[in-house]
């Protein structure tokens, strides 16, 4: 059965299912955000959505606003089956939602309806899950409160960072929306309703969620690593220069919050408000990634020392 597909996406997240879905459907426009300067030099840098729609020969608009009437017109004349959105960044409308016949379908990176929210991978791993996932859901008004359509499920990893998982999910997400989709195209599949009283949210990170607190328990520390890895990442303060935690482990042991209990070819362990954390791999500003014993040594940090 022949699928006529609006995509919406902006991030590489996106990137896989929007190629997943050309090999298989017929996609007739791409939306995405619009370019802007990035980096230090501040270069103009089109998403990696735009990107690949390029790559494909696809056309692919950045519109400011989705309520412009012209938006609706053009949708209205390209009579879309399904309108899929990823990681889009822009809410839709209920006129454009309402639009194509089989729905506008969503690809969350999160087993709804738990960490609804803009940052579910990170939510994940922040609030110690065992595992994490992709929902496909058919979408309302509501900030990811849509029916849900499919789910597939996989383990979080005692060692798994933010950009770990975001790379199995980008991958199973591919899959999981052209499975579906084929299924809603051929009436197989039966959405449903979330349940509300389960619901738990998330919001945008922000670069002072990175900042270590050897107060709190080690293995919070540990899941606050990971979850900021790669952004906006974790980091401690030496006097007022943020050093960039790469890696670390909670460990067993005890001691002050924020004293070095000794320095290793593994690393530095410190006291923290229970138990032992050690840094594995750290970053000074404007140098490399290094491990945190090479650290130590250049910074002459010894056992006794405070980080704080």
């Given at each position: 059965?022949?699928?006529?597909?609006?995509?919406?996406?902006?991030?590489?997240?996106?990137?896989?299912?929007?190629?997943?879905?050309?090999?298989?459907?017929?996609?007739?426009?791409?939306?995405?955000?619009?370019?802007?300067?990035?980096?230090?030099?501040?270069?103009?840098?089109?998403?990696?959505?735009?990107?690949?729609?390029?790559?494909?020969?696809?056309?692919?608009?950045?519109?400011?606003?989705?309520?412009?009437?012209?938006?609706?017109?053009?949708?209205?004349?390209?009579?879309?089956?399904?309108?899929?959105?990823?990681?889009?960044?822009?809410?839709?409308?209920?006129?454009?939602?309402?639009?194509?016949?089989?729905?506008?379908?969503?690809?969350?990176?999160?087993?709804?309806?738990?960490?609804?929210?803009?940052?579910?991978?990170?939510?994940?791993?922040?609030?110690?899950?065992?595992?994490?996932?992709?929902?496909?859901?058919?979408?309302?008004?509501?900030?990811?409160?849509?029916?849900?359509?499919?789910?597939?499920?996989?383990?979080?990893?005692?060692?798994?960072?933010?950009?770990?998982?975001?790379?199995?999910?980008?991958?199973?997400?591919?899959?999981?929306?052209?499975?579906?989709?084929?299924?809603?195209?051929?009436?197989?599949?039966?959405?449903?309703?979330?349940?509300?009283?389960?619901?738990?949210?998330?919001?945008?990170?922000?670069?002072?969620?990175?900042?270590?607190?050897?107060?709190?328990?080690?293995?919070?520390?540990?899941?606050?690593?990971?979850?900021?890895?790669?952004?906006?990442?974790?980091?401690?303060?030496?006097?007022?220069?943020?050093?960039?935690?790469?890696?670390?482990?909670?460990?067993?042991?005890?001691?002050?919050?924020?004293?070095?209990?000794?320095?290793?070819?593994?690393?530095?362990?410190i006291g923290t408000g229970n138990g032992l954390f050690r840094l594995e791999e750290v970053q000074a500003p404007s140098k490399k990634r290094i491990s945190s014993s090479d650290f130590a040594r250049g910074k002459r940090l010894k056992e006794g020392t405070y980080l704080i």
């Open positions: 059965m022949t699928c006529r597909i609006v995509f919406m996406g902006s991030p590489e997240f996106a990137t896989t299912t929007l190629r997943a879905l050309y090999e298989h459907f017929e996609i007739i426009q791409v939306f995405s955000q619009a370019d802007k300067p990035t980096g230090r030099g501040k270069a103009i840098t089109s998403t990696p959505v735009k990107r690949v729609s390029q790559q494909l020969g696809l056309p692919c608009c950045e519109p400011e606003n989705l309520r412009d009437p012209g938006i609706l017109d053009m949708l209205k004349e390209l009579e879309p089956d399904a309108i899929v959105v990823v990681a889009y960044g822009k809410f839709l409308p209920e006129s454009i939602l309402e639009l194509p016949r089989t729905g506008c379908l969503n690809l969350h990176a999160s087993l709804l309806p738990r960490h609804r929210g803009p940052s579910p991978i990170s939510a994940s791993i922040l609030s110690g899950d065992d595992e994490t996932g992709l929902t496909v859901m058919l979408m309302d008004l509501g900030m990811d409160t849509g029916a849900i359509l499919s789910q597939r499920k996989i383990p979080i990893g005692e060692r798994d960072s933010t950009g770990d998982l975001h790379d199995k999910l980008m991958e199973l997400g591919a899959s999981l929306m052209v499975e579906t989709l084929s299924k809603l195209m051929n009436n197989a599949i039966k959405p449903v309703p979330q349940d509300d009283s389960k619901a738990t949210y998330c919001r945008l990170l922000r670069k002072s969620d990175g900042l270590l607190d050897w107060n709190l328990d080690a293995k919070q520390l540990d899941r606050i690593v990971r979850a900021m890895n790669p952004w906006p990442g974790a980091f401690f303060l030496m006097g007022h220069e943020p050093v960039k935690v790469w890696s670390g482990i909670a460990s067993e042991g005890q001691a002050e919050p924020g004293m070095i209990t000794g320095v290793t070819p593994d690393g530095i362990e």
